[in-house]
């Protein structure tokens, strides 16, 4: 955000601003206020009931004083005024003079250019000049420093300063005025009134709420936001504290997605203690804004953008206007009071902060691989036909991809590859092609993609025997290149269960070294068999053989190149019994998976020991005697064909002692044979690894030697 002076185009740069601006028909219209005395040194002012055109052209604030046909107002300031539809504004009160308020209503029709004020027809005529008198068609009292704000098809007023004839006093009365009646009626409340006051805004709220803030009295002075219920007639207690008390501040409610903005600025601020002697406020030039966000308001402080140096602030002041201007995206401030009237004009870019019209509000899947493309659907707000781009980015690096309509509140989009970036949690944006980015955004999370080689299966339902006639169960883990494992799902997994016999068949050709037959696999039949993602990176696999026999178990993985490649193990075989288990055996909670895992365990540690110890050379002439070395060798061979096979059953136990933990069932007994074996495995690693470096050490004359030994 940053603010930059404006220069006033017209002879209006010496109007101070105590009226009304409201955007008409796309146009801001600015009414009324104070006429400055430049030869009173800007501290004489007069009202006055003109009408400009007003907009931010460049770095100007563009006036353009119009020429009002039918009832034209008489002459105010301090006045209050909203717009009732997009070609027509409310105009109530206000200081006449300073003896005079005023009690009237005007309403400014725009039609075809033409500036045309009228009055409502149940309307007594107007004194001219006015006196401050009762209202004969029951109106509030005469009053300036009101506020109003339309709901429905009413306005509503609430408090002001000002009174019948000589009176002198701060309202804390509510009036509605039925712009289709044209009546008006004073709301009774249900509970406690709040205090009197004037100087205060207010603004509407979804459909039954009116919201105020800030605003003094004789009495005391008020920082806090309160809001009255139409339907219930209740007022709230005052929440959504600003920092100090303010009164006399201007203010401005933005249409902003997805959150509407209240912006306020200036003012006169200070707490007084009660009961101790009234104190004049100070000015401010402080600009914050309340973010309207229905899981909780919340005031914020606009930041300034100080890239290009430290802009050039607003003189402190109270009594300025403040309108939005959203062809700039901007607030725009206009005159005040600073111990003088002022007549000068500012505009603070928001963009950042009030955004484009559209947002994004979620996405579904909010994970996936970093090779890209992904499927993802985007729910949000202002959404239109035409290229929406979706932009992915963490710091600086980025990488966009096209949006899809659907409708106006959801796009569909493939996520881009993020590989020269990493895995990594990104924030997510959208944005029009040529238009600004959204102000809202979302989180996506990158991961390393699958790799079937990683992956692994574990569980009865590819165990030696299972039961006929009853379900069979498995699960599948998803890790990435790294061997870890994935934590959430929508990887594509695909299982096939086929029932097998073995079939001995000739062979067609017979030669010396070719048997006269040979075994072949045969498929008799298929076996139904469901997958269920389990989103934390493990997936559920059923299915149910009623036949005795062999099957055969495929799982493949879809990589992101759509080839489906066979897990580590696959393809599995079970074979199938009548009798001899139970229905249990076939489950992930049985028995049969905890005495499998013991059952390699056991063999495991046996394997592993007689290769650490087989693998080892001290004690062992491996320099003299070659039968030796030949069968170090033999264990360092057999330990290398059987390693991926050993580094697969490790982590099939390591997931299995994971799903006991979660069932109940774990030992830590189980947990720490499983990291002894790790331990062991690493140790017969190193000194298989350690055996070629050894004989490469060996001399050329012990080489021959060990090879006539061999010979003879």
Known sequence: CFFFNDTAT??????????????????????????????????????????????????????????????????????????????????????????????????????????????????????????NEKSPIGAPEPRADASCCLLGNKVYIFGGYGGIHYQRKNFNDFYSYDIEKYEWAKIEYENVAPDPRSGHVCFPYESKRIYLFGGWSNESQFKGVIYFDIETRNWSNQEYEAGTAVWNHSSVLVDAIPNKKYFVFGGMTGDFAEGKEREIGKYTNAIQYLDLDPAGFAWREVELDESGGKPELPLERCRSVLFYDERTSSVVIYGGWSNKWLGDGYALNVSKIVGPNYAIKSMNPDKGQLSGGTPVTIKGI?????????????????????????????????????????????????????????????????????????????????????????????????????GENRTSGRDTFEARVVQVVNKEVKNEEVGEDVPATKIIEEVVGEVPCEISDKDDGSYYVKYHNDKPGKVKVEVRFRNEKGILEPLRGSPFYTTFVEDGLTAAHNKLDGPLIMDTIHKTVDELETFMKETLNGASTKDKDVRSNVKTLLKVKECVRVADARKDEIVLKLDVIEEALKLFQKQNRHKESDSKKLRELGKVWTEAQKKSAAIPRKKSKLSLGQSKQRHQQVQR
């Open 382 to 482: 202002g959404f239109s036909e035409g290229q929406m781009n979706v932009r992915f980015q963490s710091g600086k690096n980025f990488e966009d991809a096209i949006g899809v309509y659907v409708s106006p509140d959801e796009l569909s989009c493939k996520t881009p590859s993020f590989e020269k970036y990493g895995p990594k949690e990104v924030e997510v944006k959208i944005n029009r092609t040529g238009e600004e980015l959204s102000i809202t955004s979302c989180k996506f999370c990158f991961f390393k993609n699958t790799r079937a080689i990683r992956s692994l299966c574990y569980g009865p339902g590819i165990g030696e025997k299972c039961l006929s006639g009853q379900d069979a169960e498995f699960l599948i883990q998803a890790r990435n290149e790294d």
């Open 10 to 131: 017209t002879e209006i740069y010496t109007q101070a601003f105590v009226g009304s601006v409201r955007c008409v028909q796309e146009t801001d219209i600015m009414f009324g206020g104070l006429i400055v005395d430049e030869a009173d040194n800007n501290v004489k002012a007069n009202t006055c009931n003109e009408l400009y055109t007003v907009g931010v052209n460049d770095k100007n604030i563009v006036f353009g004083k119009q020429e009002c046909k039918g009832d034209v107002p008489q002459k105010r300031a301090c006045h209050c005024a909203c717009m009732l539809n997009p070609d027509r504004m409310f105009l109530f009160g206000g200081y006449y003079d300073n003896k005079t308020r005023l009690n009237d209503v005007c309403i400014l029709q725009i039609t075809n250019s033409e500036y045309v004020w009228k009055r409502p027809p149940n309307h007594p005529p107007i004194k001219d000049p006015p006196e």
